[in-house]
């Protein structure tokens, strides 16, 4: 079965520093790759997706995502995290048919 | 534009009892699917609707039943209900496969 891995389930830092979150997909054929997040008390936002071209793709709030299709991973990037960041993020994965399959999400909380 | 509306957005049940869940899209959307979302984990997949058809099925019992109809708003019905069904249910539309879904706020169910 298709799976999504998202390795940090917590991950604590202090505003301004850097931020990468994995994501791991089993499936080896055609996937549209997403990732969303989930402010506290709000619902699920896109932040970015990627179907196909520039494998670095970058969405709203200064995030970026890079598709790497050898190590079949999807990480989540920003440069200069802020408090305002603190919420859960979630990858999912689209293999080729009409659901999203999520990972288990990680949980990010920004010091001031 | 109003975004994807969903029915109520609490509510309280007995076990054994049945649910309806409303979602209305966003207008112009006619793809519509339905995520469970417990506590802790990622969304999983129920149902995918197009142009009031399945489209796809997730791994869940047959008590789970939905449909769509020609105002392409969708119900979500869950027959006798036991407490491992208390979750976040998340409504999602979409105008086309390349938009990514677009989530509800969900409806939160608590089975008792």
């Known amino acids: 079965a298709q799976s999504v891995s998202q390795h940090n389930h917590h991950v604590i830092l202090s505003e301004a520093a850097s931020l990468e979150l994995g994501c791991n997909y089993s499936y080896g054929g055609t996937v549209n790759l997403f990732w969303y997040v989930q402010y506290p008390g709000q619902h699920l936002q896109l932040l970015l997706k990627?179907?196909?071209?520039?494998?670095l793709v970058k969405g709203i709030k200064g995030f970026e995502a890079e598709f790497i299709k050898s190590k079949f991973s999807f990480n989540l990037r920003k440069p200069s995290v802020q408090w305002s960041d603190t919420a859960e993020y979630f990858c999912a994965v689209n293999y080729a048919g009409n659901m999203l399959t999520f990972g288990g999400g990680t949980r990010l909380m920004v010091k001031p | 534009d109003a975004g994807v509306t969903q029915s109520p957005t609490h509510l309280i049940k007995t076990r054994g009892q049945h649910v309806t869940l409303r979602c209305s899209p966003i207008s112009g959307h006619k793809s519509v699917s339905w995520y469970q979302q417990v506590l802790g984990q990622g969304p999983q997949f129920i149902f995918q609707y197009y142009e009031k058809e399945e489209r796809g099925r997730g791994n869940f019992p047959d008590r789970f039943s939905a449909r769509q109809f020609p105002n392409y708003s969708s119900e979500l019905n869950v027959n006798a209900l036991l407490l491992g069904d208390s979750a976040l249910y998340l409504c999602?539309?979409?105008?086309?496969?390349?938009?990514?879904?677009?989530f509800g706020s969900g409806t939160r169910l608590t089975v008792v």
């Open positions: 999602a539309s979409r105008k086309q496969e390349k938009d990514g879904y677009t």
């Open positions: 990627y179907f196909s071209g520039d494998p």
